[in-house]
């Protein structure tokens, strides 16, 4: 079974897997917000949306999340509200993927602290093998600052196959990374 947590305002978990925006009641911002001595239950969260697949969702609040005001920015735990929030639900899935905005912030932070490993998509175009070795280095800057041990890996994406230019991204990411 698997859980996957839209960290990403942009909600294109949700809007992928067919979940109706205007449905959706609780989301992400709702689990990382709480402050109740129980913990939540994983069935007023997260949408069964194919067989051993339920999605934890966002929506455009999340981005307001990292603000002063929004909820989690003052904390002293803000950066693992997120592994709290895993912690409580660990036992209900075998694996857990985390969609995080292309922005390195709270929300990435949180995602990081969360994470046993870290997988950074790349697409094969002109500028992703510049993109991928900074959003690489900045990853490795932040699990350093936690101590926190975490591969990384990158995963070609969207690979043009009759592209030599695509080819020599993806022989240059191969090399790299």
């Not at 929004?70 to 735990?77: C, F, Q």
Request: some cysteine; charged content about 25%.
């Amino acid at each position: 079974s698997t859980l996957l947590v839209d960290m990403d305002p942009q909600s294109h978990c949700a809007a992928g897997l067919g979940v109706p925006e205007d449905r959706i009641e609780r989301s992400i911002v709702d689990l990382l917000r709480w402050d109740r001595d129980v913990p939540p239950s994983m069935d007023d969260f997260a949408w069964e949306v194919g067989r051993n697949l339920r999605l934890v969702p966002s929506t455009v609040s999340l981005a307001g999340i990292e603000a002063a005001a929004g909820g989690i920015a003052t904390r002293s735990d803000r950066d693992l509200r997120l592994k709290r929030v895993l912690d409580w639900f660990s036992g209900s899935f075998e694996f857990c993927l985390v969609d995080c905005p292309p922005t390195i912030g709270l929300l990435t932070f949180n995602a990081l602290r969360a994470s046993n490993e870290a997988l950074v998509p790349v697409e094969t175009g002109y500028f992703a093998l510049k993109g991928a070795q900074k959003q690489y280095t900045t990853i490795q800057g932040i699990i350093r600052r936690f101590g926190h041990d975490l591969p990384i890996h990158v995963l070609p994406t969207l690979m043009d196959t009759k592209s030599q230019l695509a080819s020599d991204i993806h022989e240059a990411l191969g090399k790299r990374f």
